[in-house]
């Protein structure tokens, strides 16, 4: 098979994934986490692979973690039984990937928020269960993971369209509107795509206004600073949702502002724990 990796790694990244804020013994797991959940994604997004070989990869990947398969499934495998994680974290982000081969639309707000119960929450899940915090702050967690996910989904919903016609933007809303997914190959949003863009950035506000107590519930300090800037970030790229076009403006942060926003993030945290 060939190698359908994109050579991306996490420093480019939208969010900090294991910052130098989390503690060494942690970020190892979680890195292997992100290993693994980055060559699934890149299987998932290839824009020439068939749909069969990116669902045989996909396969190859579910074996490793129980068995033989791919090399960077075994080894979060192998981190998950030295710690005693659970695996449905990882099977459940294989169910979003193999989502991702067979299912190019959502319908509506609904489907696009179970997409992200699998594609972003398992994430979160997973960090909480590294640190030992309590599986109650699984809802914090969940809100938060899936703003995440619809930030990600707004910023990059042309790119997506023109090169792997894949529409996260529910049809229901565009239909709404009076246009079809046709509109998100234009150089510039409509005002009538403008308008269902704006609409989702709200209701991915409501999602971090519910996640806003997250941090402040984590028992590690560092992770809950680490928290802090996530959250600080997703607020501020919902703020640009609002008042950009992710087709035509850049809808993504310089790594000065970056710096500087979650510098501010954990200045606050720190003063409030």
Not at 177 to 182: D, K, L, P, S, T
Request: proline fraction near 4%; aromatic fraction near 6%; charge should be negative.
């Amino acid at each position: 098979m060939s190698d359908l990796s994109s050579g991306k790694d996490h420093n480019q990244e939208n969010f900090p994934v294991a910052s130098w804020l989390v503690k060494p013994q942690h970020r190892a797991p979680i890195m292997t986490f992100y290993r693994f959940a980055r060559a699934a994604d890149d299987i998932a997004d290839h824009p020439t692979a068939s749909e069969a070989e990116k669902l045989s990869r996909l396969a190859e990947m579910r074996a490793g973690l129980t068995g033989e398969g791919s090399a960077e499934a075994m080894a979060l495998a192998e981190v998950a039984r030295a710690k005693g994680l659970d695996l449905i974290h990882a099977q459940e982000l294989l169910d979003a990937f193999v989502q991702d081969v067979t299912q190019r639309r959502y319908e509506s707000w609904e489907t696009l928020i179970a997409y992200c119960r699998l594609s972003a929450m398992p994430v979160g899940r997973f960090v909480l269960d590294v640190h030992g915090e309590d599986r109650s702050l699984w809802p914090l967690s969940d809100a938060l993971c899936a703003a995440l996910q619809v930030i990600n989904h707004l910023q990059d919903c042309g790119k997506d369209y023109r090169a792997i016609d894949r529409v996260y933007i529910p049809t229901a809303n565009l239909a709404a509107a009076g246009i079809g997914v046709e509109a998100l190959a234009q150089p510039t949003a409509s005002p009538e795509l403008r308008g269902v863009i704006v609409g989702l950035a709200e209701q991915t506000r409501l999602l971090l206004q519910r996640s806003k107590p997250f941090a402040a519930h984590i028992r590690d300090a560092r992770l809950s600073a680490e928290v802090a800037v996530i959250q600080r970030l997703a607020e501020d790229l919902t703020g640009l949702l609002l008042t950009r076009d992710p087709l035509s403006e850049k809808v993504h942060h310089s790594k000065p502002l970056a710096a500087w926003l979650a510098l501010g993030a954990v200045l606050r945290n720190w003063v409030k724990a």
